[in-house]
């Protein structure tokens, strides 16, 4: 982390918020798993270090089986500290799991029911996350994927959008251009929809991206980043790519 990250620094204090608020969840040795599929082996596996020190490798089948298969939400939320703070740094890499279906387990696991505490310090960690993207590009996290990953969880995405001010700094204006040229389209005669498999089963906060790209606004955004910080030929090129991939969206 750069000296005088205010956003990283801002994330580090989410994720000490999460492991504060969940602390209060404790990790049975051993507890419920479908018998065909968890082993004796994959607990021990799971319980092999403190949870601070666990790794990818303890945690990639119980990441993707939590709650479906494997313990309830209460041993979901003691893991899920260790899970996001993970993926806020690594973005799953070494394919240790989908962090789309990660962050999916908060919707399984009905997290707008669990106490304000334990909601507002996960909206926390969402909103630290998204900012601390925005701010640096590249980010171990691509834009494209830690927008559809809160979307899973989240059905109002307004908030995050509002605060992706494309003009505001050269790494959020990057990060458009990458995800205007990362993120599939569906272009119909209704309008454009966002085609990515992990948005199929969100239609609401899909809808809402949608819209705020089809916004004139965004032209005018990206237009203004491309004055300021077009005078790099790379930077140039990738933010006026981005501004003919907006014009083609109706």
């Given at each position: 982390?750069?000296?005088?990250?205010?956003?990283?620094?801002?994330?580090?204090?989410?994720?000490?918020?999460?492991?504060?608020?969940?602390?209060?969840?404790?990790?049975?040795?051993?507890?419920?798993?479908?018998?065909?599929?968890?082993?004796?082996?994959?607990?021990?596996?799971?319980?092999?270090?403190?949870?601070?020190?666990?790794?990818?490798?303890?945690?990639?089948?119980?990441?993707?089986?939590?709650?479906?298969?494997?313990?309830?939400?209460?041993?979901?939320?003691?893991?899920?500290?260790?899970?996001?703070?993970?993926?806020?740094?690594?973005?799953?890499?070494?394919?240790?799991?989908?962090?789309?279906?990660?962050?999916?387990?908060?919707?399984?696991?009905?997290?707008?029911?669990?106490?304000?505490e334990e909601q507002k310090s996960i909206t926390g960690f969402f909103h630290a996350l998204?900012?601390?993207?925005?701010?640096?590009?590249?980010?171990?996290?691509?834009?494209?994927?830690?927008?559809?990953?809160?979307?899973?969880?989240?059905?109002?995405?307004?908030?995050?959008?509002?605060?992706?001010?494309?003009?505001?700094?050269?790494?959020?204006?990057?990060?458009?251009?990458?995800?205007?040229?990362?993120?599939?389209?569906?272009?119909?005669?209704?309008?454009?929809?966002?085609?990515?498999?992990?948005?199929?089963?969100?239609?609401?906060?899909?809808?809402?991206?949608?819209?705020?790209?089809?916004?004139?606004?965004?032209?005018?955004e990206v237009q203004q980043a491309l004055d300021v910080f077009g005078k790099n030929p790379?930077?140039?090129?990738?933010?006026?790519?981005?501004?003919?991939?907006?014009?083609?969206?109706?």
């Open positions: 982390m750069a000296e005088n990250d205010a956003s990283g620094e801002r994330l580090k204090a989410a994720i000490e918020d999460l492991y504060r608020t969940f602390s209060r969840y404790p990790a049975d040795d051993h507890f419920a798993g479908c018998p065909h599929c968890i082993t004796d082996a994959d607990h021990a596996l799971l319980h092999s270090q403190p949870l601070r020190e666990l790794q990818p490798r303890e945690l990639s089948k119980y990441a993707f089986k939590a709650m479906s298969t494997w313990g309830s939400d209460d041993d979901f939320r003691h893991f899920l500290p260790r899970i996001f703070e993970l993926l806020a740094f690594d973005d799953g890499a070494g394919d240790w799991t989908d962090p789309e279906i990660a962050f999916g387990k908060l919707s399984y696991g009905d997290w707008r029911a669990w106490p304000d998204w900012s601390n993207v925005l701010d640096h590009f590249p980010h171990a996290f691509d834009v494209d994927s830690c927008l559809c990953c809160i979307g899973q969880a989240v059905d109002d995405v307004s908030d995050y959008l509002g605060a992706w001010d494309i003009a505001k700094s050269l790494p959020a204006a990057r990060h458009f251009a990458s995800f205007m040229e990362d993120e599939p389209f569906d272009r119909s005669s209704e309008g454009t929809s966002l085609a990515g498999v992990w948005w199929q089963d969100r239609q609401k906060p899909a809808e809402q991206v949608a819209q705020w790209l089809r916004d004139p606004a965004r032209r005018a790379e930077d140039a090129k990738v933010l006026s790519n981005a501004l003919d991939q907006l014009g083609a969206l109706n």
